[in-house]
């Protein structure tokens, strides 16, 4: 329990979980952000991985006047263990995640904690985000906010959650208890986020998500997702092919399963797949030109082939702009489901 809250205090409602490191130029906004919550009983854990600038006196200048702040120094190094040794201490059976360079709108964690309280099914639940500064946000970072936006309910995020990561980590409230279940987060040559969000999944725990801009997620070129190896992409297509090789869905249709997109890019990320042994029946593709080759012995065709055969089970795995809705499109021309007899894969 956070000693400033003192041992006859009960838990506050909410514990935010909050590791920086040299955030000296965005920790004003974040924490003024937090201080102006319609809810206001909760704690903050602020958790220094091992600054060299004036973040932590910025972070000690507001605990001075504010009893629900407590800042700890990481024992280990980097963000993971950051996150692991604030989950230590966080007091609330709720946590709350927050980064450094966001901001909160006033109403998230009172909302958060509402729907929280309403549906205990729920053991992740995020919101949708706004992204800032306008002016130097990117194409890519755009389409995969309107598909974060598109992606709310615990059935669209288990249908999709082999897409992209369906939850924005500093958007989400999450059940303290379910996560140290788990494990906490975990290290690896991976995304930490995603890795949690899929070992979820893994474990039948339902996740949802807000349909409210309730948190203002900022990007730059130093952001850690932009320059950490960690969150390249071939850490993601390694990451989705690990728990994707384990899906129940797939595994059910191992034998009879086809992978959608032939293309050399394509045929790499499905490489981490495939190391894993599953081999595909079929590979659908819709260039004339590929149509009737064979890749590693297993043939190439058209999607009509599809309905000639009994229903194979369809990873799509083209990832070019418009294309997902497109297969999706005639997969359900042909009367297949989402989530039951195909996935997407991004």
């Known amino acids: 329990m956070n000693a400033l809250l003192g041992t006859n205090n009960p838990p506050p409602a909410i514990s935010i979980l909050l590791p920086f490191h040299n955030s000296?130029?965005?920790?004003?906004?974040?924490?003024?952000?937090?201080?102006?919550?319609?809810?206001?009983?909760?704690?903050?854990?602020?958790?220094?991985?091992?600054?060299?600038?004036?973040?932590?006196?910025?972070?000690?200048?507001?605990?001075?006047?504010?009893?629900?702040?407590?800042?700890?120094?990481?024992?280990?190094?980097?963000?993971?263990?950051?996150?692991?040794?604030?989950?230590?201490?966080?007091?609330?059976?709720?946590?709350a995640r927050m980064d450094g360079d966001d901001i909160m709108l006033p109403q998230r964690l009172q909302l958060q904690y509402e729907f929280m309280q309403q549906d205990p099914d729920v053991v992740a639940l995020g919101t949708f985000a706004s992204?800032?500064?306008?002016?130097?946000?990117?194409?890519?970072?755009?389409e995969y906010m309107r598909w974060q936006n598109s992606c709310v309910t615990p059935?669209?995020?288990?249908?999709?959650?082999?897409?992209?990561?369906p939850l924005v980590h500093p958007s989400v409230m999450f059940r303290r208890k379910s996560v140290m279940k788990l494990g906490g987060y975990r290290a690896g040559p991976f995304p930490e986020d995603y890795d949690l969000w899929l070992r979820m999944h893994h474990a039948g725990m339902q996740?949802?998500?807000?349909?409210?801009?309730?948190?203002e997620w900022r990007d730059y070129p130093e952001r850690t997702s932009r320059t950490d190896e960690n969150y390249s992409r071939p850490a993601f297509d390694y990451l989705r092919?690990?728990?994707?090789?384990?899906?129940?869905?797939?595994l059910h249709h191992r034998d009879n399963f086809v992978i959608w997109g032939a293309g050399r890019k394509t045929r790499k990320?499905?490489?981490?797949?495939?190391?894993?042994?599953?081999?595909?029946?079929?590979?659908?593709?819709?260039?004339?030109?590929?149509?009737?080759?064979?890749?590693?012995?297993?043939?190439?065709?058209?999607?009509?082939?599809?309905?000639?055969?009994?229903?194979?089970?369809?990873?799509?795995?083209?990832?070019?702009?418009?294309?997902?809705?497109?297969?999706?499109?005639?997969?359900?021309?042909?009367?297949?489901?989402?989530?039951k007899n195909y996935l997407m894969v991004g």
């Open 269 to 339: 990320r499905c490489q981490h797949l495939l190391n894993h042994g599953l081999v595909p029946k079929a590979w659908i593709d819709i260039d004339p030109n590929k149509i009737g080759n064979r890749l590693n012995g297993v043939p190439v065709v058209a999607p009509e082939w599809l309905q000639s055969e009994p229903m194979p089970f369809v990873l799509g795995y083209v990832t070019n702009h418009g294309a997902r809705d497109d297969i999706s499109e005639r997969l359900h021309a042909m009367g297949y489901q989402r989530g």
């Open 131 to 142: 992204l800032f500064p306008e002016e130097i946000i990117q194409d890519g970072f755009r």
């Open 241 to 250: 092919a690990f728990y994707l090789a384990q899906e129940p869905r797939l």
């Open 155 to 165: 059935q669209d995020i288990a249908d999709e959650i082999y897409i992209e990561s």
């Open 207 to 215: 996740m949802s998500k807000l349909p409210q801009e309730l948190l």
């Open 24 to 95: 000296e130029a965005t920790l004003d906004e974040c924490l003024t952000s937090i201080q102006g919550q319609t809810l206001n009983s909760f704690e903050l854990i602020a958790v220094n991985d091992r600054s060299s600038d004036s973040s932590v006196h910025r972070i000690e200048n507001y605990a001075r006047n504010d009893p629900r702040i407590q800042i700890l120094q990481n024992p280990g190094a980097g963000l993971v263990a950051a996150l692991n040794h604030g989950l230590e201490h966080c007091s609330s059976s709720l946590v």
